[in-house]
């Protein structure tokens, strides 16, 4: 089946630094690719969407300039989170959809700590 | 857009018996709806899904219900097991628009 490898899954960072999340769809091309934000014990936030070689759509609320959207092709997607803060610190999660495809394959998540 | 609520936040079953979480959604143009089970610290899995052309669908022990008129959608597991605890998630998606907007999660605890 579909399968999409989210890198790293776990990530400590200090204050004002950057991290890159990376999700790869493996046997597929993901024309579409989400990108969430989860809170312990809370639900999925989408923060954007994003399609190959378009400029990610962000949803209300989620800061651009701060969490960075790629997606240059059809089998990868990064989110970077630029000059992170201890707020920042979360788990966050990718979702892949393909255009021949109805469902949506999730990455195993990255949980982000920043110190 | 599209608000998903779900219900209970919580639910805690005897091992055997049978659980039933419970969503409701707003935008009558929503046609997917996907459940997921997520353990912790992991990725949400798809258990089962419903298309808006279709009133029920079952696999195994897994159900799932939808009522288009009055917009809810409900997750049916029967003989539940120790396994079968986890966090649950509704999620609807709107025709044209290819977003998942999800629920607030149910977490399920099967007691032995």
């Known amino acids: 089946g579909a399968v999409v490898s989210q890198h790293p899954s776990r990530v400590i960072c200090k204050s004002g630094t950057s991290v890159k999340i990376e999700c790869r769809s493996l046997?597929?091309?993901?024309?579409?690719m989400f990108w969430y934000r989860q809170f312990p014990k809370k639900s999925l936030m989408l923060m954007a969407t994003s399609n190959e070689g378009s400029k990610a759509t962000y949803e209300q609320g989620v800061e651009k300039d701060k969490f960075l959207i790629n997606h240059a092709s059809l089998t990868l997607s990064t989110l970077t989170v630029t000059s992170a803060h201890p707020e920042d610190s979360s788990f966050y999660i990718c979702?892949?959809?393909?255009?021949?495809?109805?469902?949506?394959?999730f990455g195993s998540g990255t949980r982000l700590t920043v110190v | 857009g599209e608000n998903v609520e779900q219900h209970p936040s919580t639910l805690s079953v005897q091992e055997g018996d049978s659980a039933v979480i419970k969503c409701t959604y707003s935008d009558s143009a929503s046609n997917y709806f996907p459940w997921y089970k997520q353990e912790l610290g992991k990725r949400p899995q798809l258990i089962i899904d419903i298309r808006s052309n279709v009133g029920e669908k079952k696999d195994q022990r897994i159900a799932v219900t939808l009522n288009k008129t009055a917009k809810h959608f409900s997750l049916h597991i029967t003989e539940t097991q120790p396994e079968d605890s986890a966090v649950y998630f509704c999620a609807a998606r709107t025709f044209g628009n290819e977003k998942l907007t999800f629920g607030t999660g149910t977490r399920l605890t099967i007691i032995p």
């Open positions: 979702s892949a959809r393909s255009g021949q495809n109805y469902g949506y394959t």
């Open positions: 046997d597929f091309q993901a024309t579409t």
